[in-house]
């Protein structure tokens, strides 16, 4: 089937407004700092902070 | 610490040696780009948002564990989690099916049991008949091939050493036995589906 190219690409409809949530950036920052892992013989242990 | 021209490559070697402030120099100079890359992927703001969350939870774990080993090439590499996660999203959505929700919602459209009801059966059972007559029209020899190829199911070797004809005799006459059913059907515009 012919292509349609009067049609704008998906990627170009994409707004280039579009920003992640700054709650969602906070909150990868928070579990960052919060997260510790720990080697302990060989083994690795992820400790969350609350 | 400012981190405004270093590489991608030194922010996550600092990162990883304890400095926090590094992660958030590289989501900073990366958000929009990967966050612009999943929505166009899945077209929905809160499934992006989510998406997003979880490809830079999975850095930050692999980083901490001291699992990265792709020097230089942060964005590429961060870019595929994401990318691997929206195949995951897609996969998990196909496995559970969607439905509107409006008003009218009728729970018959989500529960299925996969059988024809009453009147498509009726329909199925017309149409077989209508390409049994259709069939009867055909000549003798084109006929014969097509009934034991698609309602006996017999190869065409099978259908040669029956009929006395070769192989390549066989699959003529079924080739035109289809050519004329096409056509019959387009000429008196019969409608053959379900």
Known sequence: MAKLY????RRERVDENLVPKEETIKFLLAYSSALSVINYK????????N | MKYSMNSDALLVSAYVSG???????????????????????????DVTEDIFQDTFVKVINTLKRGNYNEEGKFLPWVMRIAHNLVI??????????????????????????????????????????????????????????????????????????????SINTALGRMRYALINLRKVIDRHQIVLTN
């Open chain 2, 19 to 45: 400095d926090e402030s590094a992660l958030g120099e590289l989501i900073a100079r990366h958000k929009d780009r990967i966050y612009r890359f999943i929505y166009s992927k899945v077209y929905d703001r």
């Open chain 2, 88 to 165: 995951d999203y897609f996969r998990k959505n196909n496995r559970m099916p969607k439905f509107e929700s409006n008003d009218d919602f009728n729970i018959f459209s989500v529960l299925s049991d996969g059988d024809l009801n009453a009147e498509r059966s009726m329909i199925k059972d017309q149409v077989e008949k209508d390409v049994q007559r259709l069939i009867e029209e055909l000549p003798k020899d084109q006929k014969e091939v097509l009934i034991m190829r698609i309602y006996k199911d017999m190869s065409f070797k099978e259908i040669s050493e029956q009929t006395g004809v």
């Open chain 1, 42 to 49: 060989s083994k690795k242990f992820d400790l969350v902070l």
């Open chain 1, 6 to 9: 009067s049609r704008t690409p």
